[in-house]
């Protein structure tokens, strides 16, 4: 007597394949719901955008008139943030990273910083807009200021940087260290002529992709206490300021048809200046992929 | 192949003349050590300066609100006089878990589907083309995505749902949350089930199980700590969005929760307070810290237990 | 493995042992990473002008050994040593001796060739500018003459500026020698510099080292004993960390003196 019915497997194979191919179809379905999703919301943005976009739109400032509003302050105020926040967060980033990297020990308090570090990636933004309007804007004094917008900005993105940063660092073959330090380079040499320049391309990669998310960011600078309505251009770091995504939500959350439409031709370019971004970012990352 | 013995000399010694300029470069190897462990110390002052910034002031709210009603009130209503003012911070918990809850229900089964799909069923080609366009999603500003709740989803819940739906609501603004995490469970995810070794793949296909069997019994169960550290950073996430339920869920917190009304989150009231004219030094000023003490810790936890559960069991193959 | 091919070789230039300057004395040098004794009171000299091959089976030793002589060794956090390595009447190990002076000194050339990640040009004006040197006419000067003497200076000296990843494996190890001529050190120290290399480039190679003798004193790790006997003039032959025979070339292979040489040049083991 046979122990496997043969039989009630060959019955049972035909279900187990049509439980397969079933499973199949509803993982795709999954799948392509992320895809139609995107589909429908640029297509919706598309839609109740374009006819506001224009040359004007983009050099005019807020109104209350929405024929005649545009983002003009708002864009100058994303680029004196940026202004601010790329070489601020760039330095710390990278100093961190090459700290860690190259001279930290392997002792409680190098694992200390790392841990520090992964959790500070997990704090919500608005939680660093309470930071910064503590710290920057009352404490240090700064007022709802730039550099207090782009210091605080800055914090919020330093842990993607330093993440970036220290997973390029690690792709240098230690056989070119060793080259460098075997013609008599001191530590700070190799650093600074071999390690640095070959791992900049993930670094730029990695900086370019946290400086996005920041061009994104609202609720901390809200938090801050940048300006919704701004009909001026920061002047100085200590100017008073509003970004692009809080002119969008400025345009949102009024009930007006009109505003939704100059949120969405605001929504649009913001997306065109993202995509700019990220192109170059992966540009830097193909061209410079696989190098060793 | 000559060579120039006097040249050759002057080389070396022109090195060996450099050699005074060596002890300049002697304090650079000192100092440069110095100038980094002070930008990573930075980081560590940062997280100081968000404890240090979310306790004191939320030791001055104390002060002034009792912490045995702020954790046992379930009503909201700080802007009313002083007197008569309300401060249970269970209202906007139970808006922020509400919506929580509904971005999980819809990020968790897409995301892992999506996931499994990639990993297990996917051909390389295929896969080239859905990463970037998942990585697309994940890189859409939350602004974009409050927006899209408030004018598409709302609408489109609205004349689904018998009886309509308000025009803020929970119910939006949490299924966009979860699109929102889609993306992140789906990568972490997919990540997790990668590292599983084909071999144990193809031990399970040898004894005649499907593709489907093979992801439910063998991978998934594999990469189960992963997946779950997955789901979890999700719910991190879900519980600091800001700008989408700002947008979309609205400001009437509410412990009593209808998924078709109005609701209002930790992060919202925090919005709503700094977009408003309240003044410095005012308990309502103080009570955002209450909040975003609040919040960091419930996200603090989170994190924790995604680290813990993806440390603990650790895949070892 | 064909020995007595190498024997006839070899025979023709027998030698007597004889008087030479030492580059390098080596007494009674100890090295352990962590429990594992790597070294073991090793002691010898390396003479001046002179090509010395190390030789010995993998995992003997020889890497460690060669990378004690420019204190590279040390870069592995668990390393232990003991003894005294006194180069040109230095003790390298001494404090006010620094690594990055011996280094100038003692040039290395690794088993897998590793350029910089930069142009052919920077690549060997690197050693020059990290000293100091930072005159255009100089540099341009300096990378022709160790393009040159490195033997490659015809195959590159149109693209200069090209990435020195896009040369061929052979044409990369050259110029990493050329790159550690361009300081003029004393001593170049070279680990199984060919072993990655296909056997023309090699042979190249080879024929350089040969040419570089006149000027500079080599020490070179091989594993391929028909290369040792082809280029060296003095080998030392290695076996679990010590140093079994170290003579002439000419006479460790063709008449050594421990059994253990033999059992290893007849291709008994290893
Ligand atoms: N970085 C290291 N850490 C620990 N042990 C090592 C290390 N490098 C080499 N060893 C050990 O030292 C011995 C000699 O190695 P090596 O010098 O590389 O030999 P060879 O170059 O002759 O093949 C080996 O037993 C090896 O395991
Ligand atoms: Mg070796």
Same mark, same amino acid.
């Given at each position: 007597?046979?122990?496997?019915?043969?039989?009630?497997?060959?019955?049972?194979?035909?279900?187990?394949?049509?439980?397969?191919?079933?499973?199949?179809?509803?993982?795709?379905?999954?799948?392509?719901?992320?895809?139609?999703?995107?589909?429908?919301?640029?297509?919706?943005?598309?839609?109740?955008?374009?006819?506001?976009?224009?040359?004007?739109?983009?050099?005019?400032?807020?109104?209350?008139?929405?024929?005649?509003?545009?983002?003009?302050?708002?864009?100058?105020?994303?680029?004196?943030?940026?202004?601010?926040?790329?070489?601020?967060?760039?330095?710390?980033?990278?100093?961190?990273?090459?700290?860690?990297?190259?001279?930290?020990?392997?002792?409680?308090?190098?694992?200390?910083?790392?841990?520090?570090?992964?959790?500070?990636?997990?704090?919500?933004?608005?939680?660093?807009?309470?930071?910064?309007?503590?710290?920057?804007?009352?404490?240090?004094?700064?007022?709802?200021?730039?550099?207090?917008?782009?210091?605080?900005?800055?914090?919020?993105?330093?842990?993607?940087?330093?993440?970036?940063?220290?997973?390029?660092?690690?792709?240098?073959?230690?056989?070119?260290?060793?080259?460098?330090?075997?013609?008599?380079?001191?530590?700070?040499?190799?650093?600074?002529?071999?390690?640095?320049?070959?791992?900049?391309?993930?670094?730029?990669?990695?900086?370019?992709?946290?400086?996005?998310?920041?061009?994104?960011?609202?609720?901390?600078?809200?938090?801050?206490?940048?300006?919704?309505?701004?009909?001026?251009?920061?002047?100085?770091?200590?100017?008073?300021?509003?970004?692009?995504?809080?002119?969008?939500?400025?345009?949102?959350?009024?009930?007006?048809?009109?505003?939704?439409?100059?949120?969405?031709?605001?929504?649009?370019?913001?997306?065109?200046?993202?995509?700019?971004?990220?192109?170059?970012?992966?540009?830097?990352?193909?061209?410079?992929?696989?190098?060793? | 192949?000559?060579?120039?013995?006097?040249?050759?000399?002057?080389?070396?010694?022109?090195?060996?003349?450099?050699?005074?300029?060596?002890?300049?470069?002697?304090?650079?190897?000192?100092?440069?050590?110095?100038?980094?462990?002070?930008?990573?110390?930075?980081?560590?002052?940062?997280?100081?300066?968000?404890?240090?910034?979310?306790?004191?002031?939320?030791?001055?709210?104390?002060?002034?609100?009792?912490?045995?009603?702020?954790?046992?009130?379930?009503?909201?209503?700080?802007?009313?006089?002083?007197?008569?003012?309300?401060?249970?911070?269970?209202?906007?918990?139970?808006?922020?878990?509400?919506?929580?809850?509904?971005?999980?229900?819809?990020?968790?089964?897409?995301?892992?589907?999506?996931?499994?799909?990639?990993?297990?069923?996917?051909?390389?080609?295929?896969?080239?083309?859905?990463?970037?366009?998942?990585?697309?999603?994940?890189?859409?500003?939350?602004?974009?995505?409050?927006?899209?709740?408030?004018?598409?989803?709302?609408?489109?819940?609205?004349?689904?749902?018998?009886?309509?739906?308000?025009?803020?609501?929970?119910?939006?603004?949490?299924?966009?949350?979860?699109?929102?995490?889609?993306?992140?469970?789906?990568?972490?995810?997919?990540?997790?089930?990668?590292?599983?070794?084909?071999?144990?793949?193809?031990?399970?296909?040898?004894?005649?199980?499907?593709?489907?069997?093979?992801?439910?019994?063998?991978?998934?169960?594999?990469?189960?700590?992963?997946?779950?550290?997955?789901?979890?950073?999700?719910?991190?996430?879900?519980?600091?969005?800001?700008?989408?339920?700002?947008?979309?869920?609205?400001?009437?917190?509410?412990?009593?929760?209808?998924?078709?009304?109005?609701?209002?989150?930790?992060?919202?009231?925090?919005?709503?307070?700094?977009?408003?004219?309240?003044?410095?030094?005012?308990?309502?000023?103080?009570?955002?810290?209450?909040?975003?003490?609040?919040?960091?810790?419930?996200?603090?936890?989170?994190?924790?237990?995604?680290?813990?559960?993806?440390?603990?069991?650790?895949?070892?193959? | 493995? *064909?020995?007595?091919?190498?024997?006839?070789?070899?025979?023709?230039?027998?030698?007597?042992?004889?008087?030479?300057?030492?580059?390098?004395?080596?007494?009674?040098?100890?090295?352990?990473?962590?429990?594992?004794?790597?070294?073991?009171?090793?002691?010898?000299?390396?003479?001046?002008?002179?090509?010395?091959?190390?030789?010995?089976?993998?995992?003997?030793?020889?890497?460690?050994?060669?990378?004690?002589?420019?204190?590279?060794?040390?870069?592995?956090?668990?390393?232990?040593?003991?003894?005294?390595?006194?180069?040109?009447?230095?003790?390298?190990?001494?404090?006010?001796?620094?690594?990055?002076?011996?280094?100038?000194?003692?040039?290395?050339?690794?088993?897998?060739?590793?350029?910089?990640?930069?142009?052919?040009?920077?690549?060997?004006?690197?050693?020059?500018?990290?000293?100091?040197?930072?005159?255009?006419?100089?540099?341009?000067?300096?990378?022709?003459?160790?393009?040159?003497?490195?033997?490659?200076?015809?195959?590159?000296? *149109?693209?200069?500026?090209?990435?020195?990843?896009?040369?061929?494996?052979?044409?990369?190890?050259?110029?990493?020698?050329?790159?550690?001529?361009?300081?003029?050190? *004393?001593?170049?120290?070279?680990?199984?510099?060919?072993?990655?290399?296909?056997?023309?480039?090699?042979?190249?190679?080879?024929?350089?080292?040969?040419?570089?003798?006149?000027?500079?004193?080599?020490?070179?790790?091989?594993?391929?004993?028909?290369?040792?006997?082809?280029?060296?003039?003095?080998?030392?032959?290695?076996?679990?960390?010590?140093?079994?025979?170290?003579?002439?070339?000419?006479?460790?292979?063709?008449?050594?003196?421990?059994?253990?040489?033999?059992?290893?040049?007849?291709?008994?083991?290893?």
């Amino acid at each position: 007597m046979s122990l496997i019915n043969k039989e009630s497997v060959k019955k049972r194979m035909g279900s187990r394949v049509a439980a397969n191919g079933f499973a199949k179809f509803l993982f795709i379905l999954a799948t392509s719901f992320s895809l139609i999703v995107l589909g429908v919301l640029i297509y919706r943005i598309l839609v109740d955008g374009l006819p506001y976009l224009s040359l004007d739109f983009i050099t005019n400032f807020a109104s209350r008139m929405p024929e005649r509003a545009g983002i003009w302050a708002a864009l100058l105020g994303t680029i004196w943030i940026m202004a601010v926040t790329a070489p601020v967060s760039f330095i710390l980033g990278v100093g961190t990273a090459i700290y860690l990297e190259e001279y930290a020990k392997k002792n409680a308090f190098t694992k200390f910083v790392q841990v520090n570090i992964a959790n500070l990636a997990g704090v919500p933004s608005i939680v660093f807009g309470l930071l910064g309007l503590t710290i920057f804007v009352r404490l240090a004094g700064l007022g709802s200021s730039v550099l207090a917008g782009g210091l605080t900005m800055s914090l919020l993105i330093l842990p993607v940087i330093v993440v970036a940063s220290q997973e390029a660092i690690r792709t240098v073959p230690k056989e070119i260290r060793e080259a460098s330090f075997g013609m008599g380079a001191t530590k700070w040499q190799t650093i600074r002529r071999i390690v640095f320049p070959a791992a900049l391309p993930g670094i730029l990669t990695g900086t370019i992709l946290a400086l996005s998310r920041a061009v994104g960011e609202t609720a901390p600078l809200l938090v801050l206490g940048a300006l919704a309505y701004v009909a001026f251009v920061p002047e100085n770091l200590f100017s008073q300021f509003t970004v692009l995504p809080i002119q969008l939500y400025n345009w949102t959350s009024r009930p007006q048809e009109d505003f939704h439409m100059l949120a969405a031709s605001g929504i649009i370019i913001l997306m065109i200046i993202l995509l700019i971004m990220n192109s170059i970012a992966v540009y830097i990352r193909n061209k410079f992929h696989k190098r060793f | 192949m000559s060579r120039d013995k006097t040249n050759q000399k002057s080389i070396r010694s022109m090195i060996q003349e450099n050699k005074s300029s060596r002890s300049q470069s002697a304090v650079m190897e000192k100092v440069v050590p110095k100038i980094f462990l002070i930008c990573a110390i930075i980081s560590i002052f940062t997280t100081l300066g968000i404890v240090f910034t979310l306790l004191t002031e939320t030791f001055t709210f104390f002060n002034r609100v009792s912490i045995v009603e702020f954790f046992t009130n379930t009503r909201w209503f700080p802007f009313t006089a002083d007197k008569n003012a309300d401060y249970g911070i269970l209202a906007l918990v139970m808006g922020t878990l509400t919506v929580t809850a509904i971005a999980m229900v819809v990020a968790i089964p897409v995301g892992l589907a999506a996931a499994i799909y990639l990993s297990e069923y996917a051909s390389a080609k295929t896969r080239k083309l859905i990463k970037p366009i998942l990585e697309v999603l994940a890189g859409i500003p939350t602004i974009v995505y409050g927006f899209f709740a408030l004018t598409f989803v709302t609408p489109l819940l609205d004349s689904i749902i018998p009886g309509g739906i308000s025009i803020f609501n929970a119910l939006s603004p949490g299924i966009v949350v979860g699109i929102m995490i889609i993306p992140m469970i789906a990568s972490l995810s997919e990540d997790a089930m990668n590292a599983v070794p084909n071999s144990m793949r193809e031990g399970a296909m040898a004894l005649g199980a499907t593709r489907f069997e093979v992801a439910m019994k063998v991978v998934l169960p594999a990469a189960l700590s992963g997946v779950m550290a997955s789901f979890v950073l999700g719910i991190s996430r879900a519980i600091g969005e800001t700008m989408i339920v700002t947008i979309a869920g609205g400001s009437r917190p509410t412990a009593d929760i209808n998924v078709t009304e109005s609701i209002q989150t930790m992060t919202a009231y925090i919005v709503q307070v700094s977009q408003g004219d309240t003044g410095y030094g005012t308990t309502i000023y103080y009570s955002i810290y209450a909040v975003g003490m609040t919040l960091f810790v419930f996200t603090l936890i989170m994190n924790l237990l995604a680290q813990f559960i993806s440390r603990k069991f650790r895949e070892e193959y | 493995m *064909d020995i007595t091919i190498n024997k006839q070789l070899v025979q023709k230039d027998i030698k007597k042992e004889e008087q030479f300057t030492p580059v390098f004395k080596i007494n009674n040098l100890n090295l352990w990473y962590g429990q594992d004794h790597a070294l073991k009171d090793i002691k010898f000299d390396i003479p001046e002008k002179q090509v010395t091959a190390i030789i010995g089976p993998s995992g003997c030793g020889k890497s460690t050994f060669i990378k004690t002589l420019n204190r590279m060794v040390e870069m592995i956090p668990i390393v232990r040593m003991s003894g005294e390595i006194v180069y040109r009447e230095k003790n390298i190990f001494d404090p006010k001796y620094g690594v990055e002076e011996l280094r100038t000194q003692v040039g290395m050339v690794f088993q897998k060739p590793n350029p910089f990640p930069k142009s052919i040009y920077d690549n060997v004006a690197y050693g020059p500018r990290i000293h100091g040197i930072k005159n255009k006419k100089v540099l341009d000067e300096v990378v022709e003459k160790s393009l040159r003497g490195a033997a490659i200076w015809d195959e590159v000296k *149109d693209r200069l500026n090209e990435n020195a990843y896009g040369l061929s494996g052979g044409q990369q190890q050259r110029l990493c020698i050329a790159r550690c001529l361009a300081i003029e050190p *004393d001593v170049i120290l070279m680990d199984e510099p060919t072993s990655a290399l296909d056997p023309i480039s090699t042979l190249k190679v080879e024929e350089l080292v040969q040419e570089l003798k006149k000027d500079y004193s080599i020490v070179i790790v091989t594993h391929n004993m028909q290369q040792a006997a082809r280029i060296s003039d003095r080998t030392a032959f290695f076996l679990n960390g010590e140093v079994v025979e170290y003579t002439d070339t000419s006479t460790l292979f063709s008449n050594p003196s421990d059994k253990r040489t033999e059992d290893y040049i007849t291709g008994r083991f290893g």
